[in-house]
């Protein structure tokens, strides 16, 4: 049985990233090599222009896709809902509420405020 959490997941989604961009470098310098062949006068025929320009938009369209999930394992991560902008700290809240029951306790009766 493997464990998965959400760290590790946002580690492997930024690892695959990078290596995605690493790809996109690299296409760029092959289509800036066909440029610079191109202006000394170098036979580059279309095929290796438009293989370079196909393999850079599937990388790019990647990227994109894995922008698109870490962005949202990271909301995952810290507890924002789908479709929200915002999430809840529900244990601070918890804490404040209870120090100020604490306080109210301090200067009250004990016993009037209910637990």
Do not use: H, W
């Not at 989604?13 to 170098?42: D, K, M």
Request: charged share 25%; proline share 3%.
């Amino acid at each position: 049985m493997t464990l998965i959490t959400p760290d590790r997941d946002i580690t492997e989604l930024q690892e695959l990233l990078t290596s995605v961009f690493e790809s996109v470098r690299a296409l760029r310098r092959e289509f800036q090599e066909i440029s610079t062949n191109i202006s000394a006068g170098g036979d580059v025929t279309a095929t290796t222009v438009k293989s370079a320009a196909g393999q850079l938009t599937m990388q790019l369209a990647l990227c994109q896709k894995l922008e698109t999930n870490l962005a949202e394992c990271k909301r995952k991560q810290a507890g924002i809902a789908p479709n929200a902008t915002y999430a809840l700290d529900l244990d601070k809240a918890r804490t404040k509420i209870g120090c100020q029951l604490d306080k109210l306790r301090r200067c009250s009766n004990p016993g009037t405020v209910s637990e």
